[in-house]
């Protein structure tokens, strides 16, 4: 059964920091790997999509990369902003029965102006 | 990136009641569909994986006759929490994709409250 771990679970840094977001998965026999973001109370917005063959994928502030077979996956968030506090969920999609997403627990981040 | 809606955003039950979620891909078609549910502070737990014109495929320990879902058409899959309890309470989240390898959209979310 596919484990996702997310590390650390909460994270609270002055605004400006670089941080990086930590995910690993046990099974490797992954489609695609994707990090999303959810604000309280609210749905899931994709932030940033790596297809198995691929070992990073960068938009605006945002740098994803991925090790498959360590089972790694790492969210750069450059120059933090308020406006970044937000739950960030990795997500794993498997390679059989539908190709569902298996989900981390989360990093609550916490920008401080 | 392709838009998938649910209805209601927010529900209030009374226990034993049921209530029923819809989940709608709005510009384009969804053969397969996906419901999760989260708990407070907690991750999202996938709860069975839908294709349209069959039966639906439940994740071990969710109860299928409890939570009834059809996905008659693309673009549309409801989810029905039949005799609800207070421990049903829940965010549940729906998800929609054109085919295996596509891109999975996922909806606002349904915050469920049984009293």
């Known amino acids: 059964k596919q484990e996702v771990t997310q590390i650390p679970a909460a994270l609270s840094v002055p605004e400006g920091e670089n941080l990086v977001l930590n995910c690993s998965f046990t099974?490797?026999?992954?489609?695609?790997l994707q990090w999303f973001r959810q604000d309280p109370g609210k749905g899931l917005t994709s932030l940033l999509l790596?297809?198995?063959?691929?070992r990073e994928q960068t938009s605006g502030r945002l740098n994803a990369s991925l090790d498959k077979s360590s089972g790694r996956s790492t969210l750069y968030i450059a120059a933090s902003q308020p406006g970044d506090s937000a739950t960030y969920l990795c997500?794993?999609?498997?390679?059989?029965?539908?190709?569902?997403?298996?989900f981390g627990k989360g990093t609550s981040l916490l920008v401080t102006p | 990136g392709a838009v998938v809606s649910q209805h209601p955003s927010r529900v209030i039950c009374k226990s034993g009641t049921s209530v029923k979620i819809e989940c709608r891909s709005l510009?384009?078609?969804?053969?397969?569909m996906f419901w999760y549910r989260q708990f407070p502070k907690q991750s999202l737990m996938l709860m069975a994986t839908?294709?349209?014109?069959?039966?639906?495929?439940?994740e071990q320990g969710v109860e299928k006759d409890k939570f009834l879902i059809n996905h008659a058409s693309l673009t549309l899959s409801t989810l029905t929490v039949t005799s609800a309890h207070p421990e049903d309470s829940s965010f549940y989240i729906c998800?929609?994709?054109?085919?295996?390898?596509?891109?999975?959209?996922f909806g606002p979310g349904t915050r469920l409250t049984v009293t």
């Open positions: 839908s294709n349209e014109g069959s039966k639906a495929t439940y």
């Open positions: 998800s929609a994709q054109e085919g295996p390898q596509y891109e999975q959209y």
């Open positions: 997500a794993v999609r498997r390679e059989y029965s539908g190709y569902a997403l298996n």
């Open positions: 790596i297809q198995s063959s691929q």
């Open positions: 099974d490797s026999a992954i489609y695609n």
């Open positions: 510009d384009f078609q969804a053969t397969t």
